[in-house]
């Protein structure tokens, strides 16, 4: 008769590989996306990524910061063609408080004190004398001016 060996018990171990984290980050991808591509969810990467000696966590800050190089020095090297769609993308994100497209107007309406002070509007004219009040001139119009002449 043959023996078995038994089988392990629980789950297989997650290996998440720093070095692909860090290829993955500095292609411009999220942490979500990072998940999705290693094929293990966010719980179980952010659970590695909290270790300390799982180096995860600084592979995905070096990756970012890789990524984000690469591109700077690309959008650098067009702002030098004087490409100015590439140095106008530049100002507005380097310097936005002064080359925003938009501006914001921030203002604050108090529609009860406005209601408040069309109701006394409105009672004062009601209970104003009739010469108080503005009194209205009637426009002479063309055929106003015919039928005078006859």
Known sequence: ????????RGRKPINIDPDRVE???????GVMDIC??????????????????SG???????GKSKGLAFVTSKLMETIEDKNFNAISFYLRNRAPDQWADRQE???????KGVLTDARE?????????????PK????????DSEGADE
């Open 105 to 111: 107007v921030n203002h604050n309406l108090d529609l």
């Open 1 to 8: 008769m043959e023996v078995k060996t038994p089988k392990k």
């Open 23 to 29: 290829h993955l980050a500095s292609q411009g991808l």
């Open 56 to 62: 995860i966590s600084e592979a995905l800050d070096k």
């Open 121 to 133: 509007r409105i009672s004062i004219i009601e209970h104003a004398p009739a010469h108080a009040l």
């Open 36 to 53: 999705r591509s290693l094929g293990v969810g966010w719980d179980t990467f952010n659970k590695y990524r909290e270790k300390k000696n």
């Open 136 to 143: 209205r001139t009637r426009t002479a119009t063309v055929s």
